[in-house]
């Protein structure tokens, strides 16, 4: 597989997903997926966070998940902006779209 093929989100032939190969250690990005996001071990323990921000993607989730509406989002959190909303949307949807397969022992 090629470095452009490992940025580009789906399935390689192994069944892995290729985003997860393009994270980058360093900055606490995916490379071209997490537009907006940040996950570094320094800020939150590592919990994924709008970037920028000490606020996690799982709460602003959470409020619309209760009914709030993005501007009702962006009163409680005024360092907010929709794009930043929208790039928690982005990543949630992706977080979801992975799946776990439990591996099979063999006797």
Not at 68 to 91: H, Q
Request: overall charge negative.
């Amino acid at each position: 597989m090629s470095t452009a093929d490992r940025a580009k989100p789906g399935l390689d032939s192994t069944g892995l997903t290729r985003h997860l190969l393009a994270f980058d250690w360093s900055t606490g990005h995916h490379e071209g997926m997490n537009d907006g996001i940040s996950i570094d071990h320094r800020i939150m323990g590592g919990v994924p966070c709008i970037a920028g921000t000490r606020i996690p993607v799982a709460t602003v989730i959470g409020l619309l998940g209760q009914g709030y509406s993005v501007s009702e989002v962006i009163e409680e959190y005024p360092t907010l902006t929709k794009e930043d909303i929208l790039a928690g949307l982005r990543f949630a949807a992706r977080a979801v779209d992975e799946r776990e397969l439990p591996l099979r022992l063999s006797a």
